[in-house]
């Protein structure tokens, strides 16, 4: 994956702490779990134990299809989690 969509996915939950419209969270769903699908995928091989394992759990958290319904309050924390995390260890993401 092209480190400028991790970059774009980051952003992206950054934004999301802003009062938006319902289909910028329907959006950034899709691109969010699909980059942390990814990174769980790229890193399942390594021996890093741990970080697949936080990819995972955010890519079912994002999970667009099965959706989980939590109040805005509680998506903002994990919004900017998600993104730290993400730019912490993109070169695990990146080709």
Request: aromatic fraction near 14%.
């Amino acid at each position: 994956m092209p480190v400028q969509v991790i970059y774009i996915t980051a952003l992206l939950l950054f934004i999301a702490v802003l009062p938006l419209p319902a289909e910028f969270y329907n959006l950034l769903k899709i691109v969010a779990a699909g980059t942390f699908a990814w990174g769980a995928y790229r890193n399942f091989g390594k021996k890093i134990f741990l970080l697949p394992i936080v990819y995972t759990l955010f890519a079912i958290l994002y999970n667009p299809i099965m959706e989980i319904n939590l109040a805005k309050e509680f998506w903002i924390p994990i919004d900017l989690i998600a993104a730290a995390v993400l730019l912490a260890t993109k070169n695990h993401i990146a080709e």
